[in-house]
């Protein structure tokens, strides 16, 4: 099966700049995942859907991040403005149960 | 507030020897465990997982154990290769909640 797709694989903005995430996750999964790693930490829960609804946002700093999940397939994550402790791996995964959590290659985003 | 802990992020081993990476958690709510192993540019992959009503699980040159007494839990790789050269982290759940993930253990594996 195809895995979780994840673009742009690189990005480099200027503060205050928006930029968005794409990730479409493998077919069937109903649960995804958008994942926060900062260099040295492990990756942090920003948004969870459950088909195109939200379960889980509460760590998404919801002033400058959003995200949907049109029609239950693909998602997108976007930042605007973006801050430069934005700067981090932005990792997309889906899943049917828990240990089925498959993760894309991720984008990392460097903000200066 | 950290709940799942790996307080060494770094662990070098030699080819053959058993590598033993460890994760703490503060949450006796944690009901499920994993491990997640990561190679440079790519998203984690899963490895291993036990559920709190087991203290060990085995698949093949991985071993995961689980002490719910100490709120600790291992992962030992039998014999190391240099291929298992990676970043390991440790998560946790309770129930079909969220996965949270510990700070990772870069392992090196020599020759």
């Known amino acids: 099966e195809a895995g979780v797709a994840q673009s742009p694989r690189y990005k480099i903005i200027e503060k205050r700049q928006s930029v968005a995430f794409w990730c479409n996750p493998i077919s069937g999964h109903a649960t995804l995942y958008w994942y926060q790693q900062i260099l040295g930490q492990g990756p942090k829960l920003l948004i969870q859907f459950q088909n195109n609804g939200v379960v889980d946002d509460s760590q998404l700093p919801k002033d400058r991040f959003s995200a949907e999940r049109l029609k239950g397939v693909d998602s997108t994550l976007k930042i605007q403005p973006a801050k430069l402790e934005d700067s981090a791996v932005y990792l997309c995964a889906s899943s049917l149960m828990r240990e089925g959590y498959t993760f894309g290659s991720g984008t990392r985003l460097t903000v200066v | 507030d950290q709940q799942v802990k790996q307080n060494s992020p770094s662990l070098s081993v030699q080819e053959g020897r058993i590598s033993i990476l460890n994760c703490d958690y503060t949450?006796?709510?944690?009901?499920?465990f994993l491990w997640y192993k990561k190679y440079p540019a790519e998203g984690p992959t899963f490895l291993i997982s036990?559920?709190?009503?087991?203290d060990k699980n085995e698949d093949g040159r991985f071993t995961v154990f689980l002490n719910k007494s100490a709120k600790h839990l291992s992962l030992h790789i039998v014999p190391s290769q240099p291929g298992d050269s990676a970043v390991y982290f440790c998560?946790?759940?309770?129930?079909?909640?969220?996965?949270?993930f510990g700070t990772g253990t870069r392992l090196q594996v020599f020759p």
């Open positions: 036990i559920s709190s009503i087991k």
């Open positions: 998560a946790a759940s309770v129930g079909n909640d969220k996965l949270i």
């Open positions: 949450n006796s709510m944690f009901d499920y």
